[in-house]
């Protein structure tokens, strides 16, 4: 005789162990937690990181990778390719900016004068 297992109640529901501990912390959260333990592990073997990164930093075939990356951009650059200027992206062009710094700066020399008058301070009339 076979049995057929979907007609067997509880064989294929999942087996749920029961928890122990706390739960998991979400994942930002943990990955915060890594980084900060990963940072607290650098700064107590300061010595070690630099040791390993000098050591690294001799070998002949990194150098060597390094040199090709930097012939490769140079190509690039003689190419006419124009990289992406380093820092904050700028949302204004240089005049557009200057303008809305003088506008700022007009607002806000009206606002202290008008709370120094104390034109704020007056209670709000009623209809």
Do not use: D, H
Not at 20 to 43: F, H, N
Not at 65 to 90: D, I, S
């Amino acid at each position: 005789m076979s049995v057929i297992l979907s007609m067997v109640p509880g064989l294929l529901r999942p087996v749920l162990k029961p928890t122990r501990g706390r739960s998991r912390l979400p994942t930002p959260e943990r990955l915060e937690r890594k980084k900060a333990t990963q940072k607290a592990w650098v700064q107590r073997n300061q010595a070690y990181v630099t040791a390993q990164c000098k050591r690294l930093g001799t070998r002949p075939e990194y150098r060597e990778r390094r040199r090709e990356l930097y012939n490769g951009k140079q190509l690039l650059l003689e190419a006419g390719f124009v990289p992406r200027a380093r820092g904050r992206p700028r949302l204004y062009e240089a005049e557009e900016a200057v303008e809305r710094k003088r506008t700022r700066a007009r607002e806000s020399i009206r606002y202290s004068r008008a709370l120094a008058r104390g034109t704020f301070n007056e209670p709000a009339p009623l209809n």
